[in-house]
């Protein structure tokens, strides 16, 4: 099976195909498969901060094209999300697609939200040594994805995978911690485009939930908010305290607005 591995081309041969070369779109697959397909993504996304890497050199995306092999250019995938760091965030206006052998990077996690349709070969259980080869082993052999992660909404199961020597080993922890990233992946119960349920999300080491942009405006309105009617609060209990010294002051028999 063909090896990812990113390379120059000789002065004498003809350069590789980039993204402007290679179709960024597959007829065979016009459309997702559901709702969660669009949702589950944006969120990973929104909340995949790892903070060893600058947000420019950090890269994700859903249901984009992942061309593998260059000595085969028809072969792509499209993960239902993949990550990519120490890469631009942003290549011309924006990628048409993802050309490992261009970018010289693999993914360093990939998420595949399982249908009835793909989770026996998103699960490597299909035969293997097929063509083309399944997601499975184009992670695991051909571009060597470190973490897997296959997650089942029915069940809110997700599975971690590993890559260890030659192949992956399903770990046994209850959430994914990349160490080289310092930032982990679990479920967590909330509301996140109008849907209550338990999501995947990413969350950072002291086990705090990383915010969608979203949701640092919330807060950031909440608080500010907060201070107002704590200033408000404050306004108030001095005139309050105001008023009550001029009573005192005029049961004296002395006048308030009298200056001394």
Known sequence: MTSFRPFVASQSEP???????????????????????????????????????PCDRVFTASDLNLYYDSLNTGLFKRPDWFAVVGVPRLVGSGRLSYVAWKEGRSPIVVVELLSPSTQEADQGQTLRGQQPPSKWE?????????????????????RIFQLEGASYQELSEPNLWIKELQIGLGLWQGRFSGVERQWLRWHAANGEWIMTAEEDALQLAQRERKAREQAEQRAAQAEQKAAALAKRLQALGLDPDTEI
Do not use: C, K
């Open 15 to 53: 350069p590789l195909p980039t993204m402007y070369d290679l179709p960024s779109e597959n007829p065979e697959e016009p459309g997702l498969p559901d709702e969660f397909h669009d949702w589950q993504p944006q969120l990973l996304s929104q909340t995949f901060q790892p903070p060893a890497y």
């Open 138 to 158: 184009v992670y695991e052999n051909i571009l060597r994805v470190p973490y897997y992660v296959l997650f089942n909404r029915e069940a809110n199961i997700f």
